[in-house]
């Protein structure tokens, strides 16, 4: 079982990024995907959450309105496509998947809520 993230860079303030996670070893399908990320000296910060059995979505008030997250089932993807990026948005980003086969009572926002973690990917937003 395994997460990798993908598509960081070096980026001007904003421009925009859409990053990849795939999933290995398991289906994607059944999992609630969500988004992290920890800048330097920073504690781990949710981001977003997408569910597996409605697609509904969820956002920290921070990424709210520029940041989009989606679901590709048949590539066993998740996307975010991140918009109007600022220096502010520099970290290492990276997805985790818990298992969702019954509806959740809202968004899953606690690392300790998922079950699997990905390898991060760089972002870096130059002003």
């Known amino acids: 079982v395994q997460l990798q993230a993908s598509g960081g860079g070096l980026v001007q303030a904003g421009g925009s990024l859409r990053l990849s996670c795939a999933a290995s070893?398991?289906?994607?399908?059944?999992?609630?995907i969500g988004w992290f990320r920890r800048a330097p000296g920073e504690e781990r910060e949710w981001l977003s959450c997408?569910?597996?059995?409605?697609?509904?979505?969820y956002y920290a008030d921070s990424v709210k309105g520029r940041f989009a997250i989606s679901r590709d089932n048949a590539g066993n993807l998740v996307y975010l496509q991140m918009n109007s990026l600022e220096p502010g948005d520099t970290a290492v980003y990276c997805c985790?998947?818990?298992?969702?086969?019954?509806?959740?009572?809202?968004?899953?926002?606690?690392?300790?809520?998922?079950?699997?973690w990905g390898r991060g990917t760089l972002v870096t937003v130059s002003s």
């Open positions: 070893g398991f289906t994607l399908r059944y999992h609630a």
């Open positions: 997408i569910t597996s059995l409605d697609g509904i979505t």
């Open positions: 985790a998947a818990v298992e969702n086969v019954v509806p959740l009572a809202g968004a899953p926002t606690k690392t300790y809520e998922y079950d699997y």
